[in-house]
């Protein structure tokens, strides 16, 4: 049992011991049995590991018997190609730890004659099944026959037999077999040359110098770990072997070359593949060669650093495995294609969220609506400078790699075809190695070998390979240098971008054990303010990026490292940090997206170069071992039976790398203990960091083993368990964030949710929804040709949704006539309230379906789900969809989530409670729509005539624009109109031309309604519409309040008769004041507290980000506004009652005062005041005679409005209340105790409306249409 830190733990090989017929079994049931049997592929099996366990890292036998072979056993001929293949594989563990495995795979011939006859005899079945079938069959079978064998026309048994046959008498019969060296940590490059070396000694033509035993043994038990930051040499069969280990503060060690990453996908392609690993897609790579998709799997993952990959990873996924494409959770899986299969006839059960990449040929395909990389385009550039120093072109060259691929594979390969066991004496080997792929000297000497002729005897193959050796070298070292600088590119743009994360880093828990137990409660990072601080550009990303479990898990390890040893990766990554601060202060830059290139790279490729040039350690030599004598006997092509009992067990001497090693594994079991003794039982503590630390997540990685259906069903029950817990915390997640601005004005904390934040949470629910909606499908589900909707993408939860829609359709055709649902929808003849609107499934398919500027069906999808989302019919409409069970049990198999009843029922659950906020989720996200809209204008019947003689018009104003003038159609109350997209609605303009004997109108309110998403706002009013009657306006500014979702039924008696003390808005409260002078007025204190809060809501209108600003208009007009409260303070102490049987309106008393300004001569003290008062006098009369003259019959209310709308925009309130509280006319019209009587209040108003001087404000065209100032 070795104890020693090796590097080299464990050697396998596998290879199946196949002795009669029946053992030629199938690896695959659902594998093609057309293929002749050397084209299939049978069971594998371990046939000896060594040393048998460790401990610490047990021996997964189902695993790796999985990976080593993944397709499973195949056979060949002397007529195939049976070039040695080297590829790598991982096993990553529940707990996140990993294996690494590297496997050469050879052939070796067969001995035994059972299993060459049971060949032969599978052959003859096999023709004789596709002769039969040629002469039973038409021209269609003969077409799949065609393909089998090389001519089309071959039809006779003879025929067949020639072509696809195997003869034991004439042919050789060889098997696949491997060898597999598993090491806890990545290094490629030594087990690569060290295998290459074991099986150069097992096909030479001479033995190697020691029995096999002392090279695996010495590898094993003798070599040890390089110390961090040194190089070590060892020895292989035939030539030393360097490995090395980065330093404390380096990146940590990786060893898959990123030169093929970027030559095989490409540099634009790698980088949206990069992201899309950031983002926690679902990653498929797929490629015919096992190394591609581990070379590539690596890669990316390298370059995550500081972060590190938390879910399911199998870079190459079994044959036996492919149901974990099902997985509905992020994963990065490798697949491998079959030659010629056809991207479009990959079946997969869900692509709405999954990024495809063919390494093969070079192409991507992306999922939807996903964030670019931050300063994507100066990223791409400074990469490919890296690039083209190493003579890499940054498009990727596919041609290239694959000689370089066929290059390394030269050096092993089998050049000449001798019919027998293919082998060729290791100086053929050295000789192309040296000749470096020279296809003419390569036929050459196939034809020297062929003709008995013999090439130069080896004599030093040390020394003749000496040339080779150094290219081999510098390329290595290239790829190092390569490696290093790229990943210091991709570390130093993460370096840049989270260089202030501890700021934001919330310390809440005084212990680790009171973190732990409350880590799902716990806020652990501040992303509100985070994303405040960020660049405007870099805000899509991030947003998205930080609610990812991998920087979830990457700031609990920070939180952690207040009670624990750093985690490796957050050590490096913290000391760059501190190295940027040292040298350059951030502060001034925190809001800027300069782009900063990386200055370490010269540094980094230098302190790799001296570790490789400098050797620091060299281990012992392989050396003989106590063996039996007779054992491990060498016979060229055929890998020995090795003696298990020298390799069980470790050296017992004592020299000085083993007890380095043993001192080493003693400290690291104290630690263990030591850990064990401290705060939590260590069982709770695990418990508690699983349970921490897979929050957000499902099944981190699925296990390579028994997969019997207990097993599987138990995995499937895992997934149900984990999309039910993410659900919750999701919801749970949008409620809370969403709800925090009322608990901001109940005083429990800060709102720190930004419209960002709240689409990014809307997405993510979208994704899980889709994840739901995969698990468990019965079959991928095809297209309908007839609904148009083939594309790219393709959504299971659309597709479930379509043949929903297609069962009810049918069904409404047979049982009902379309029209009365039609005449349902019209039934508000009466016109004083809006009709029902129908809650339908169907119909809010149908508006997705016709909204054109959607092109696939995932976004049709996600248009339906953010569409019921914002009507609050999410949870309501899904559960319609599910309660066609026949529909269910079709689509769905029986361990999918969506037909776990219970769990079902709890998920639709926690969407329900999302109809506790309201969200504009379609609204916001799809602008440029048609939408229809329905309006209602509801008279006060009691005081007037229901419909106006005059001829009546409205505009509507929202957030994204406005409809122009629209005419209401005579004696109708209610009109229907379709127009762009106007967002949530902010303002009404409703008026009339005053024609006709009845042409007063009272209007309490007009309603206005989204027929799309139902959102329903009222516009009160409660004010005449006429000359000679309240204040003569004939056109009135509704101000909007959305109507909380209340039934329809209770809306339209809310309209019918609304009482006046109830109606809160600033137009019917002045109208009461106005009219009667006698209603409950508020006092000093009140006016003046209502104006700092008018004018303190607007200061933070202006603090917010841009984009989570709500609407001005209601902060300066609506029912709290500045409007209002100005109104106020005007109304104190005002004389308002009627002169001559008129009313007296404030606007009266602002032209008297402008009356008197335009004649009088001002006074001031010294010249400068005299200036600015007379510049004072003339903008305000200019303003207010403007505003007289404007082409619009608006009312002396109105005109107030108008007047302090412009004020406020142009900065001039504070130098007209002075005036307005100086001049004459105001001791007539107002008290003596009125408010603009007393100077100290007046001085204490223009210090509050000064401070809005410092804001850019913009006024919505509604309220100041046709006033040229």
Known sequence: MATSRSPWQELRYCRQNLSKMQTLQRLCKGENFDQSPLRRTFKSKVLAHYPQNIEWNPFDQDAVNMLCMPKGLSFRTQADNRDPQLHSFIITREDGSRTYGFVLTFYEEVTSKQICTAMQTLYQMHNAEQYSSVCASSSCSMDSLASSIDEGDATSLAKLQRYNSYDISRDTLYVSKCICLITPLPFMQACKKFLIQLYKAVTSQQPPPLPLESYIHNILYEVPLPPPGRSLKFYGVYEPIICQRPGPNELPLSDYPLREVFELLGLENLVQVFTCVLLEMQILLYSQDYQRLMTVAEGITTLLFPFQWQHVYVPILPASLLHFLDAPVPYLMGLQSKEGTDRSKLELPQEANLCFVDIDNHFI????????????????????????????????????????????????????????????????????????????????????????????????????????????????????????????????????????????????????????????????????????????????????????????????????????????????????????????????????????????????????????????????????????????????????????????????????????????????????????????????????????????????????????????????????????????????????????????????????????????????????????????????????????????????????????????????????????????????????????????????????????????????????????????????HLKQLLSNQALAKKLYKRYAFLRCEEEREQFLYHLLSLNAVDYFCFTSVFTTIMIPYRSVIIPIKKLSNAITTSNPWICVSGELGDTGVMQIPKNHLEMTFECQNLGKLTTVQIGHDNSGLLAKWLVDCVMVRNEITGHTYKFPCGRWLGKGVDDGSLERILIGELVSSTSDEELGKQCRTPPQQKSPTVARRLSITSLTGRNTKPNAGQIQEGIGEAVNNIVKHFHKPEKERGSLTILLCGENGLVAALEQVFHHGFKSARIFHKNVFIWDFIEKAVAYLETSDQIGDNEEALLLQRSSCKTFCHYVNAINTAPRNIGKDGKFQILVCLGTRDHLLSQWIPLLAECPPITRMYEENALLRDRMTVNSLIRVLQTLQDFNIILEGSLIKGVDV
């Open 365 to 876: 395909e992306l999922p939807e609506e996903f964030p670019q990389f931050p300063n994507k385009l100066e990223f791409i550039q400074e990469i490919s400078e890296v690039l083209l120093q190493f003579g890499i072109p940054p498009e990727g060259n596919l041609h290239c790699s694959d000689s370089a691929t066929k290059l390394k594979n030269l050096v092993l390969s089998d050049l000449v075809n001798d019919k027998k066991n293919g082998n060729i004496p290791s100086n053929a080997l050295n000789m192309y190695e040296l000749l470096k792929g020279n296809e003419t000297i390569a036929r050459l000497q196939a034809l020297a070998k062929r003709t008995g002729v013999t090439m130069e005897k080896i004599t030093t193959p040390l020394t003749e390979k000496k040339d080779g050796k150094l290219s081999c070298e510098e390329l290595e070292l290239r790829d190092y240098k390569l490696n290093v600088q790229l990943r210091e590119v991709f570390a130093n743009r993460f370096t840049q971008m989270f260089a202030d994360y501890e700021a934001f880093v919330i310390q809440a828990a005084p212990d680790m054990e009171s973190w732990l137990t409350n880590r799902e409660q716990m806020q652990n990072f501040d992303k509100a303010s985070f994303l405040s601080d960020q660049p405007e550009p870099y805000l899509p990303f991030l947003s998205h990026f930080i609610e990812t479990q991998m920087f979830a898990t990457f700031i609990d390890n920070k939180i952690i490292s207040q009670w624990e040893e750093k985690d490796p990766f957050l050590r490096v990554f913290d000391s760059r940090i501190e190295k940027i601060k040292l040298y350059n202060v951030r502060a001034p830059a925190l809001r800027t997206s300069n782009y900063q290139k990386c200055s370490t790279l010269k540094e980094a490729a230098q302190s790799i170069e001296q570790r490789l040039m400098k050797i620091d350690h060299t281990a012992i030599h392989p050396h003989l071992l106590d063996m039996k004598i007779g054992q491990g006997k060498y016979e060229q092509g055929f890998f020995p039976k090795l003696q298990s009992d020298v390799l069980a067990t470790g050296p017992t001497n004592n020299n000085r790398w083993a007890s380095r090693s043993t001192t080493t594994q003693r400290r690291k079991d104290r630690l263990r203990q030591h850990s064990e003794h401290i705060g939590l039982d260590n069982d709770l503590r695990e418990k508690y960091m699983q349970e921490a630390r897979s929050l957000g997540k499902n099944l981190r990685q699925p296990k390579l083993s028994d997969l019997s259906p207990a097993v599987i069903a138990q995995t499937n029950w895992k997934f149900v368990e984990g999309l039910l817990k993410e659900c919750r915390m999701k919801t749970k997640r949008m409620l809370v964030e969403k709800m925090g601005h009322e608990a901001v004005e109940l005083g429990h904390g800060e709102a720190n949710i930004t419209g960002l934040e709240e689409n990014t949470l809307i997405a993510s629910l979208c994704d899980l929804l889709e994840r739901i909606w995969s698990h468990g499908l019965q079959v991928k589900q095809k297209e309908n040709p007839e609904r148009g909707q083939r594309n790219k993408g393709k959504s299971a939860l659309w597709s479930h949704l379509l043949q929903y829609q297609e069962r009810e359709e049918k069904q409404e055709h047979s049982a009902e006539s379309p029209v009365a649902v039609g005449t349902e929808r019209r039934k508000s003849d009466t016109g004083i309230t809006l009709p029902t609107l129908r809650v339908s499934l169907i119909q809010d398919m149908r508006h997705v379906q016709n909204m054109s500027e959607i092109k696939t069906d995932v976004g049709r999808a996600r248009a339906w789900i953010r569409l019921s989302l914002e009507k609050k019919l999410l949870s309501q």
